[in-house]
């Protein structure tokens, strides 16, 4: 008996659903309505027996009198949008099996804040230090805690556009506060603020009938307009899958945590709505330097993950969504192929920030391994195909390896006339390299090296808090230019290779030691300009004040002047800074910052030791903070 089946959307991520569909072995009927007439689906519901109905898929009743026109058996549902328009639940009411969460469950993507709040019960450790901001006010304070690195997201739905990340997308605090203004005056009621995360993204999809799960394999889309990650976030502009089950920069214990991380949250939806959720959860995941972290939930196929999904999906789709949707997915075997895939977007050339219409284009259809899938494309009445303003049209292709893949989907995006633009660079083996790379860096332990010339007081508390286990790096090389200083003694005592010179031998012996980071502490010399330069962005020095207060001056005067300013002003308030090392004395940019109070009985000497504490727990800050960022973005004008 043939079955009905209506696809919701219709976009490139529903055509792919549509092409999956239309290779089932069942008898089918395949339907869709959606906002465009996408010649693609339009194709295979002509050749499936099925009708292409346009309207609005957010107006449940409309989508449900379709459905029920149709005796749709199964609706299979893409986007969000009308997961939160309740159509799921609308069909549902109406007998429809449906593929698609509940409104209530899809809120796991719909409210940003409350996917936080969800996943915080379960695993906190992989929810980014984040904050809610209902005004202005709240907002200002959330990004002080953040300092520079920080994430700024409207709650709710924003087609993708609702994220901006500072240094990427907003300079300064100002800028993310008046973005915050513009979120709040366009109807959003709360914005998550949250620590920016380094690292690489993978994204990791679930199919599930709310008890079973069958995960995707980790797939990596491209969130950026431009090659090499460059340009303002978009949809997606294109994303791979390696053959192994991974990707080439995650570990197996990444991919298992994200795959127990989202079975945990189908659980708790269920206990929570006391219903299962029955649909694709999909988990947008980072990969930093200490495991992973969850940026976010999708209760929807990704796009374009969906197109490399279905592509490589060599079992029946049709077996797969239907059993979901009715909660028998436990008898659903998935067949995987051990394929590679590369899909690639191409788009019109002021994507994503003009929407161009109109734009006529052709494309040969595809080669073995390929597949086209269109997206906001329309025909004309003379059979021309033209861009509709958002993604245009998605080439997804499966081979043995990324790279061959890869190769196959730009031949076929060769063929394209028209001005579209795609990127080039997605599953290139100098852009895989380039992820690897940045993953072993950050995932390796710091390599030190230190410079100092007096008794080395704070580097005996950084080997103590590495002894202790807080702070987990290699003290490479301690340099100095005095062999008779403190600070040798004590490297010597900790079997730490030291080297006596001058700046130029210093400088080479910290080359071949690899040190990845240079501390100052108590180097009594001005480094030349060649010497920052060399180390440029990697060298600290930390000094005994809250600079620019007594920038330029010795230890002990610095403490003896603090104790003088207060007697004089009342100013008692002093401190340490971490700041980079640029050739003007004490003047680079700024790190980290602590502050201590100066007690009337305080004297030099109890100020400085007061002053080292703080001095030992900003210096374990920062290295943290390097091993975590890799460097990047440590202050607001490197
Ligand atoms: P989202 O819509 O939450 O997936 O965010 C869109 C994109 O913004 C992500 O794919 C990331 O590239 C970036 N992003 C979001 N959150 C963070 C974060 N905490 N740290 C760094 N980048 C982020
Ligand atoms: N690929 C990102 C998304 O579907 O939201």
Redesign the pocket.
């Known amino acids: 008996m043939k079955r009905s089946v209506l696809i919701v959307g219709s976009g490139a991520r529903e055509h792919a659903i549509a092409y999956a569909l239309s290779k089932s072995t069942h008898s089918l009927s395949i339907s869709c309505c959606g906002p465009n007439l996408n010649p693609g689906i339009k194709t295979i519901c002509d050749r499936y027996e099925g009708t292409m109905a346009l309207g609005s898929v957010n107006d449940a009743e409309w989508v449900r009198d379709i459905a029920l026109r149709l005796h749709a058996d199964l609706a299979v549902i893409g986007p969000e949008a009308p997961l939160e328009a309740r159509v799921a639940d609308t069909l549902r009411t109406a007998g429809i099996s449906v593929f698609g969460p509940d409104a209530d469950l899809a809120r796991i993507e719909t409210s940003?804040s409350y996917a936080r709040e969800c996943v915080c019960a379960i695993a906190p450790e992989v929810i980014?230090k984040?904050r809610i901001a209902h005004s202005i006010d709240e907002a200002q304070e959330a990004l002080a805690s953040f300092g520079p690195r920080f994430?700024v997201?409207a709650d709710g739905l924003?087609g993708?556009k609702?994220?901006k990340?500072s240094k990427e997308h907003l300079g300064s605090h100002d800028e993310a506060l008046s973005w915050c203004r513009q979120l709040f005056s366009t109807g959003q009621t709360s914005i998550v603020i949250?620590?920016?995360?380094?690292g690489q993204?993978f994204s990791l999809m679930t199919i599930t009938d709310g008890i079973s799960c069958i995960h995707s394999t980790p797939i990596q889309?491209h969130?950026?307009a431009f090659d090499e990650d460059c340009g303002p976030?978009t949809g997606g502009m294109g994303s791979y899958s390696s053959p192994d089950n991974l990707l080439p920069f995650l570990s197996k214990t990444d991919v298992e945590q994200a795959c127990s991380i989202n079975e945990q949250v189908i659980q708790a939806l269920r206990n929570e709505f006391g219903k299962p959720y029955r649909g694709v959860l999909y988990g947008?995941y980072?990969a930093v330097s200490d495991g992973i972290?969850l940026?976010?939930y999708n209760a929807r196929f990704g796009d374009p993950e969906a197109l490399n999904f279905f592509t490589l999906l060599s079992s029946d789709a049709y077996e797969l969504l239907q059993s979901a949707a009715d909660g028998t997915l436990s008898s659903y075997r998935p067949i995987s192929d051990n394929q590679a895939s590369v899909c690639i977007y191409a788009v019109p050339n002021g994507y994503p920030e003009l929407s161009e219409r109109n734009v006529p284009f052709s494309i040969d259809s595809e080669m073995a391994g390929t597949q086209i899938f269109y997206g906001s494309v329309e025909r004309d009445d003379s059979g021309i195909l033209r861009t509709a303003g958002s993604r245009t049209l998605a080439v997804a292709s499966y081979a043995d390896s990324i790279d061959q893949a890869r190769v196959q989907a730009l031949s076929t995006m060769e063929t394209i006339q028209g001005t579209l633009r795609w990127r080039t660079d997605i599953g290139s083996p100098v852009a895989v390299r380039r992820k690897i790379d940045h993953m072993t860096r950050l995932r390796k332990r710091l390599s030190v090296g230190v410079l100092g010339s007096t008794r080395g007081t704070d580097l005996r508390y950084l080997i103590d808090a590495k002894q202790h286990g807080i702070l987990d790096v290699d003290f490479s090389l301690v340099c100095s230019d005095k062999a008779d200083s403190g600070i040798v003694d004590l490297a010597r005592e900790h079997d730490i290779p030291v080297c006596i010179g001058r700046e130029h031998q210093l400088s080479k012996s910290l080359d071949e030691a690899g040190v990845d980071i240079i501390l100052l502490i108590g180097y009594m010399r001005i480094l030349s300009a060649q010497f920052c330069l060399k180390w440029k962005d990697r060298i600290f020095n930390v000094h005994p004040s809250l600079l620019p207060d007594f920038a330029g001056m010795k230890d002990a005067d610095v403490h003896a002047l603090a104790i003088e300013r207060m007697r004089a002003s009342g100013n008692n308030i002093t401190g340490c800074t971490v700041h980079l090392v640029t050739p003007h004395v004490d003047a680079g940019p700024i790190i980290i910052q602590k502050s201590c109070t100066i007690e009337t009985h305080d004297t030099e000497q109890s100020l400085k030791a007061k002053v080292q504490l703080l001095e030992k727990d900003a210096l374990i800050e920062l290295l943290q903070l390097f091993r975590q960022t890799g460097g990047q973005d440590l202050a607001w004008d490197m």
């Open positions: 940003k980014p984040f994430v997201k924003s993708g609702g994220v990340v949250e620590e920016k995360l380094y993204e889309d969130k950026r976030n947008g980072m972290r940026i976010e």
